[in-house]
């Protein structure tokens, strides 16, 4: 499983985890379980949806349930970072990505609330996590190649090209 997830790495990140099997043993089983995740997320918001239009106009509240769910892939993509801030002695960085999440919530929080309700709200923590997941790393130089890296995790063909890849290399 290894010499498969190099393959489809950036080489600049190969190049770093070549000779630590710990961390590429960390990165193989972190991306299978945030694309679980992510899959699972996708079919409970779409399901979810399905719920709030029957439920009708008066619990349409019910509705930020779905967005809120969305939070949750940008928490499990922080986790991960979280795992390669402490592989290259970042964890330090990380406060600043939680402290600039927590502006973004309150101001989100202060603006969409008297507008949309229980709605804004739900976005206004779904544009956090995005924050501290993507938007957070991509003002220091020294966390980007992990935005990239983040990014390119939720590209579902890139799913489909490693479980094809997967099945016909199991076969060959």
């Not at 630590?20 to 043993?25: D, F, V, Y």
């Not at 719920?51 to 986790?79: E, K, T």
């Not at 960085?93 to 999440?101: E, H, P, R, S």
């Amino acid at each position: 499983m290894s010499d498969r997830w190099l393959k489809v790495i950036p080489d600049v990140i190969r190049n770093r985890i070549e000779h630590r099997p710990n961390l590429l043993r960390v990165l193989s089983n972190i991306a299978w379980l945030y694309g679980d995740r992510v899959l699972r997320m996708g079919v409970g918001l779409l399901v979810t949806v399905w719920v709030a239009r029957y439920l009708g106009p008066d619990q349409f509240g019910l509705m930020s349930y779905a967005i809120y769910v969305w939070a949750g892939v940008f928490v499990a993509l922080g986790v991960a970072r979280g795992k390669w801030l402490l592989a290259e002695n970042l964890q330090h960085i990380g406060y600043w990505y939680a402290g600039l999440a927590m502006i973004v919530n309150i101001v989100g929080n202060l603006i969409l609330i008297p507008v949309y309700g229980a709605i804004g709200a739900s976005f206004a923590t779904v544009l956090a996590q995005v924050t501290t997941a993507l938007i957070a790393p991509a003002l220091f130089a020294s966390t980007r190649i992990s935005v990239i890296m983040l990014v390119r995790s939720l590209n579902p063909l890139r799913w489909v090209n490693l479980i094809y890849a997967n099945i016909v290399h199991d076969r060959g």
